[in-house]
Each structure stands twice: as C-alpha cells, then as structure tokens.
Nanobody, 112 residues
Framework: QVQLVESGGGLVQAGGSRRLSCTASGSISGIFRMSWYRQGPGKQRELVATIANGGTTTYADSVKGRFTASRDNAKNTVYLQMNNLKPEDTAVYYC??????WGQGTQVTVSS
C-alpha cells in the first residue's frame, strides 16, 4: 500500500495550463497502471487518463488532445499536464494506483 499525494491545483483562466503531480510514498514501478480521476461539482467521479508502465496512455474523450499523462518511476511520481483548460474542467483531481490507493485530491478551478 502506498500513500499518494497530489499537488499543482489552483485557479487558472480558461485557455491556460496547469500541471498536476502525484507523488507516492513508495515505489510505483510495480504498479502497472496509474490513473487520474476527477469529480466536478454535482458530478460523479470520472476517469480522465491512465498511464501504464512503458508509457501507454488512455484519455477520456473530453480531454483528448488537451491533457497528457506521464510518469517517472524513478521519482515515484505521475503527472497530468493540462492545456487549453475549459471551465468544465473545474473539478477535484485524484490520483489512483494499485488496489484502492487514492490521493486526497487537488482542486482545479478554471475561470471563464
């Protein structure tokens, strides 16, 4: 079991960029797939992006072409680069990996 801590959230204007980080308390090299989820106000939590060991990524249609997930196993960290942000991207963003390992979330607010 690893502890996951997200950072990098904040307030950004529409069209802007933000990079989120998720740092684990232990090694993530044994975790095949790390994921980013988000939960907007009044919405259910949804899968945003995944990244597997080796770099294979998947994205929700709503963020495809704008968001990029990456991972650095040597630093036990995964990233979510978010470009061309839209107000509908406003949400708490969560990192997930392994079995049941959730971070506490980081708030991203996009103003119009």
């Amino acid at each position: 079991q690893v502890q996951l801590v997200e950072s990098g959230g904040g307030l950004v204007q529409a069209g802007g960029s933000r990079r989120l980080s998720c740092t684990a308390s232990g090694s993530i090299s044994g975790i095949f797939r790390m994921s980013w989820y988000r939960q907007g106000p009044g919405k259910q939590r949804e899968l945003v992006a995944t990244i597997a060991n080796g770099g294979t990524t998947t994205y929700a249609d709503s963020v495809k072409g704008r968001f990029t997930a990456s991972r650095d196993n040597a630093k036990n960290t995964v990233y979510l680069q978010m470009n061309n942000l839209k107000p509908e991207d406003t949400a708490v963003y969560y990192c997930y990996g392994g079995i049941g390992n959730w971070g506490q979330g980081t708030q991203v607010t996009v103003s119009s």
